[in-house]
């Protein structure tokens, strides 16, 4: 908003006009060497998929390199082998399994100079959406759609992940599909945002664990400029706990960068001795077509 | 049996004794200002008693010859003889020492720190506070506090306090009994308290009494001056960035005085020449003003009437215009922008009493705190077409209070001193609302005026207390005592019983033992992510999803007065903090769309550490040296993974001295010397590239660039010193004192960290940099007194 810029360029003001002087100072901390940074989001409809690449000092300005020569094992459970990956391009390691529903994974990977990395994570069972109710108003200016999602949580804890997609039906659209972002102020989504306003949605279970639940959405204005054929397609994506926290540090990390008045956002990492998140996800899709 | 008979016997004699009360007021010779803690001893019985904040004293001694011991710190002690064989009423009027041996600062006979049943509380000589060096030439009643052990100062040149590890709205800060919502000017580099218009000052950082609640670390009692009964006196003085002017006198004598004391600065009034000079059309500048004002009055020797006022704002402006024509439409144009904040209170006080042994003090006041970010533009045009458009934005928070109490002291016998009180207040909260609107005569387009953000709430607050200075035999004095408080917010009632005790027990006659127990309840929260006191710091109440915070502190110390002029204190402390808010990690108060309680976490926090203070009250040399080494932790679920962290003000080693010589009654200097380690801020030392979604393809997704933060507060910036250095001038004149003051705020030039940052330098090397505030920085000003 033009008044919240306004007001950082007034404190910005005061603070250039009161600040005496700038040096740089030696880091009082212990330069840290690189490490493996692996990341992976598998699910049950495609084969796994590994990316490795490397951590820096920051006040190392390397690049953020691919490694594209070390080793990714993959084991189970118990911790049998079940696959080496194979290298690919862009530091991609990928294998000929499809991980399966209810199997816990882990993935170790190690190269050349660097400290092996592992992390471990559980496919969780989708769970579906039983039902949307979708109400589409028009006011005289804009309009809005609003989408009340139920869902049959399993007993247990449970964490999702929730995204609208747009897809629309011609072909002049420049971008003919698209995330969609959406409102809600439903307790059970944890936001520190500036608002309710969500581009992936994250909540968890903890008020109606076992329940059947229902939420809604709006989506406003150019969102919903809807034509004959277009589809939306609501996107819930069950996850692990990792898996959860990992998506919703990274968004409010995004969120937050650059503004200095925001609190720190520390993103998590389920990578011992490294960076980076594997975690396992499943998805249900609810079409909406028009 | 013989003890038996011997304790009837006692008995016999302890009732058989008649009782008589020696009541009245203890004043300023010259002034008939209060004197606040001044002493009463008699020496035959060895009882004595303080003023209080009134400086009504009263003194219950059986029938025979007493020898009165009166004193003051600063003043000439007077000592009394009579036979006590009927109460009597004794209105005492003091000189000051200095007036009569201006060479040398004397502390006569006050209550000695080891005899006091309080620990953790320091009383501030408003003497001390106008000879020390200061920032920019402005007397600080705050930055003196912050000197003092167990108090931190925060960012640099602040005037915010973080008291035993408890955040800024962990004080309590009463100006004549009113609480200070935002007690700074300028961003907190300067305090809004006038020291010129202030009587006495007292801290209390634990072993809080029962007449004290509402927040969790400290009391500030600031008291004002009551305004000159005898004469008419004005002082003021000019400064670099300000000048303030205070008038006191009678209005009639020994009846009614008053107190005016006003404060502006004037950066805006010198620079705006030169930017009207620029000639872009715009003006902007910055300016803050504070007026205090009093005025009492005697009904007679039972009841007087106090009504105090304080105003201050800080305002900081921009305006701008243009005009133009293009197409045979002439254009006009203006913007403004506001950002301000201020404080009104105002207070009624009656003191009443009821007997010699009983005080009572009825209170009502008014407290607000606002704050106000406005931006407004407006477009006009005419000509070939001719229309207008108009929009303006308003952020708002803030606090409003109305209160009222009713406080007694009472008196019973010389080895008790009771008070007891009741207090309401009705509080309203303005959370951060926002509110649009915008008006256009374009056809097609529509008028708004809207209004979002945090709903205004409501508050009741309800206080009890009662407690008891008692003395048990020749070695012990303790203050018990409970304070019971409660909160309404509409939907949830909270209520909360403190016990407090403090007491202490004399070891040798120069040594005592202390120790203290407080509980504390505070049902308001200030949500704060900036660290360096910004206005746009909200007050919240507690409400039916967060409570109210509370610590329990204890502490232990001794006290020592060694060759009469050396006072000691040695305290360690233990407080644990609950139902503390945080801001959630990414959140900041921007984007106020959201409701502030969606924004927060709640969680505890731990404060332990030891405080040393010694100080000189006595000789050409006077001042003090406190250390602190102390620990300060905080946790919240959600935050740094539900892992303990270092509170920002975590400072291990805090140091503060402040030693002030006079030469003559012309030449006076002060030194202070500050060291503190750095504070804890949350720095990535690693940097990696993440996901940004989950699914391969996401046309939002692709690789982040994330800095990694190991643990929140993570990271020590370089530990803070400064010295600064004052010379004091004075001369008396034919129509009163002038005094020429000279200083120097960070003498030794040191580059102390404000914030850290990563940057790249001109060869493309990324590094660590440390932006610091004030260099070396001059002063002077001229005061006068007459």
């Known amino acids: 908003m033009n008044s919240y810029r306004y007001l950082i360029v007034l404190f910005a003001l005061v603070l250039t006009g009161l600040a005496a002087c700038e040096k740089p100072i030696e880091l009082n901390a212990e330069v840290k060497e690189p490490k493996l940074v692996a990341n992976s989001w598998f699910t049950a409809d495609s084969t796994m998929k590994v990316h490795l690449s ?17 080793t990714v094992r993959v084991l189970d459970g118990n911790g049998s082998l079940i696959e080496t990956l194979t290298a690919g391009s862009n530091g991609v390691y990928e294998g000929t399994f499809t991980p399966k529903v209810g199997q816990t994974y882990q993935v170790e990977a190690s190269a050349p100079g660097y400290n092996s990395v592992s992390a471990s994570d559980l496919l969780v069972q989708a769970v579906p959406i039983t039902g949307i109710d979708t109400n589409r108003r028009t006011f005289e200016f804009d309009s809005e759609l609003e989408l009340k999602i139920t869902i049959q949580d399993p007993p247990g804890e449970n964490w999702y992940l929730l995204r609208v997609q747009t897809i629309h039906n011609d072909s002049s659209f420049v971008r003919p599909a698209y995330a969609s972002g959406f409102y809600t102020s439903d307790p059970a989504f944890e936001s520190a945002g500036d608002s309710d306003y969500y581009t992936w949605g994250t909540f968890r279970d903890r008020l109606f664990d076992g329940q059947e639940y229902t939420f809604p959405i709006t989506l406003y204005s150019y969102d919903v400029s809807f034509q004959v054929g277009d589809l939306v397609e609501v996107e819930l994506f069950t996850t692990s706990e990792a898996g959860y926290n990992f998506r919703r540090s990274i968004g409010l990390y995004q969120e937050a960068n650059g503004n200095p008045f925001a609190q720190p956002v520390q993103v998590y990492s389920n990578v011992k001795d490294g960076f980076g998140c594997v975690a396992g996800y499943t998805s249900f899709v609810w079409p909406i077509q028009f | 049996m013989k003890s038996l008979f011997t304790f009837l016997c006692f008995c016999i004699a302890f009732v058989g004794t008649a009782q008589h009360t020696i009541s009245g007021y203890l004043q300023d010779n010259a002034s008939g200002e209060t004197l606040i803690g001044a002493t009463l001893f008699d020496l035959k019985s060895g009882k004595g008693t303080t003023s209080n904040v009134y400086g009504f004293f009263s003194l219950t ?23 006590l064989n009927a109460d009597k009423t004794l209105n005492v009027s003091l000189s000051g020492v200095v007036a009569l041996n201006e060479f040398e600062v004397v502390a006569t006979e006050a209550e000695r ?16 506070v106008k000879s020390l060096p200061v920032f920019m030439g402005e007397r600080d009643i705050m930055k003196t506090i912050q000197l003092l052990p167990g108090v931190q100062s925060g960012s640099e040149g602040s005037s915010g ?43 209390v950082k634990g072993g809080f009494p029962a007449r004290y609640g509402g927040r969790l670390s400290s009391v500030i009692d600031i008291r004002m001056k009551e305004g000159n009964m005898k004469e008419f006196h004005g002082e003021g003085s000019i400064g670099l960035i300000s000048s303030k002017l205070t008038l006191e006198g009678p209005i009639v004598k020994d009846k009614t005085s008053f107190i005016v004391s006003g404060r502006r600065t004037y950066i805006d009034l010198l620079a705006r020449p030169l930017i009207k000079a620029a000639g872009d059309g715009s003006v902007g500048g910055y300016y803050f003003y504070d007026l205090n004002t009093k005025l009492n009055h005697k009904f007679s020797d039972k009841s007087r009437l106090f009504l105090s006022g304080y105003f201050g704002n800080d305002k900081f402006y921009s305006r701008f215009k243009d005009e133009w024509t293009s197409s045979g439409t002439t254009y006009k144009t203006e913007e403004e922008g506001n950002l301000k904040w201020g404080n009104v209170i105002g207070a009624a006080r009656w003191n009443y009493l009821f007997s010699n042994k009983l005080f009572s003090n009825t209170t009502f006041t008014y407290s607000r705190y606002k704050f106000l970010v406005g931006f407004s533009e407006e477009e006009t045009w005419s ?14 928070s803030g606090i409003e209070d109305y209160s009222g109490k009713v406080d007694f002291d009472y008196l019973p016998h010389p080895d008790h001193y009771i008070k007891f009180g009741v207090g309401h207040t009705y509080h309203t909260f303005t959370p951060g609302v926002n509110s649009y609107k915008e008006n256009t005569s374009v056809q097609g387009e529509s008028s708004i005026d809207t209004a979002f953000g945090s709903s205004i709430q409501f508050g009741h607050e309800s206080s009890l207390y009662v407690e008891d200075d008692v003395k048990i035999g020749s070695r012990f004095k303790g203050n018990f005592g409970v304070h019971f408080s409660s909160f309404y917010t509409g939907k949830k009632f909270y209520n909360s019983l403190q016990p407090r005790f403090t007491g202490r027990y004399m070891i040798t006659e120069n040594l ?36 109210p915070q509370q610590s329990d502190q204890i502490a232990i110390g001794a006290a020592y007065t060694a060759k009469q002029q050396y006072e000691i204190s040695l305290e360690g402390y233990y407080k644990k ?84 010589h006079k030469f003559n009654d012309r030449v006076d200097i002060g030194i202070v010397w500050v060291y503190g380690t750095g504070n804890a801020v949350s720095l990535g030392l690693e940097r990696y590239n993440s996901l940004a979604s989950v699914l391969p393809n996401d046309p939002q997704g692709g690789a982040a660039e994330v800095e990694h933060i190991e643990n929140r507060n993570n990271y020590r910036m370089p530990a803070y010193h400064r010295i600064d250095l004052g010379v004091n001038l004075h001369k008396q004149t034919k129509w009163g004192k002038r005094t020429w003051s000279f200083g120097l705020y960070n003498a030794y030039s040191r580059q102390n960290p404000f914030y850290l940052y990563f940057s790249t330098d001109s060869n493309g090397n990324r590094e660590l940099t440390q932006v610091s505030l004030f260099p070396i920085l001059p002063s002077v000003s001229y005061q006068f007194k007459f």
């Open chain 1, 54 to 70: 490397r951590s820096l000092s920051v006040i190392d300005d390397g690049d953020l390199e691919n490694v594209g020569s070390g």
């Open chain 2, 61 to 83: 001694l059986p029938q025979d010859t007493v020898k009165l011991r009166i004193s003051y710190v600063g003043y000439e002690t007077q000592f009394m003889e009579f036979y």
């Open chain 2, 113 to 128: 720190i080891e005899e006091k049943s309080e620990m953790s509380t320091i009383e501030i000589s408003m003497d001390k």
């Open chain 2, 161 to 203: 306090l973080y008291v035993r590890g408890g955040g800024p709205d962990q004080n309590l800060i009463l100006l004549d009994g009113v609480p200070i919502y935002n007690a700074s000017h300028l961003f907190g580099f300067f305090s809004v308290f006038n020291a010129d218009a202030i009587n006495s000052v007292k801290l």
């Open chain 2, 383 to 396: 000509g070939q077409t001719s229309g207008s458009q108009t929009f303006s934005f308003d952020y708002t």
């Open chain 2, 512 to 547: 005592s033992a202390k120790a203290s127990y407080a509980r504390m309840t505070q049902f308001l929260h200030l949500l704060t992510n900036t660290g360096i006191g910004l206005p746009t710091d909200l007050w919240l109440p507690v409400t039916d999803k967060v409570p």
């Open chain 2, 577 to 660: 903090m609950k139902n503390l808010i945080e801001y959630k990690d990414g959140a900041s108060f921007f984007g106020s769309e959201t409701d502030w309680q969606k924004k927060i976490e709640i969680g505890e926090g731990w404060s332990y550490g030891t405080e040393v203070l010694v100080e000189k009250k006595r000789g050409k040399t006077t001042g003090w040296i406190g250390y602190t080494l102390s620990w300060t932790k905080r946790q919240f679920d959600n935050i740094n993974f539900g892992e303990t962290f270092p509170y920002r003000y975590d400072r291990r080693h805090d140091i503060g001295a402040a030693v002030t």
